[in-house]
């Protein structure tokens, strides 16, 4: 596993994924290629606050001494043709890393999960680690 490919959601991520994703590279000398994609509907503050992210990840991995490159993604789409998406660049890589978010059982009634799709359509490994509460994160 020497190329990992990391959606992430800034306005969910707790940061588990970041320290499990930090030690699994140091251990495997891995590459990490860390995307965030803004969708249709985020506002300029939502964007502003991905781009954001965005480069705390890229410092914090530079520092743990993890080859890193990281992608603000402009999709203009709705979150339902995400994992599609993600899929779709996952071509090329060794293995999927992504967070997974707990969440009320009249929401899942609802949505399907956005991992549970990835795990679906990925033709790599994918591990999920989960970060929590959804409702918890979400502004």
Known sequence: MKKILVPINPLKE???????????????????????????DDTEEIVDTKRRALDEYAETYRKEGVKITCKLIDFDGGADELPQIVVDAAKGYDMIIMGHYRFDKIYRFVHQSTAQDIINLAKCPVLVITEGDAKKKVS
């Open 14 to 40: 707790s940061g588990a994924l970041v320290e499990t994703l930090i030690e699994m590279a140091k251990r495997l000398d891995a590459s990490v290629h860390i995307v965030v994609y803004t969708l249709k």
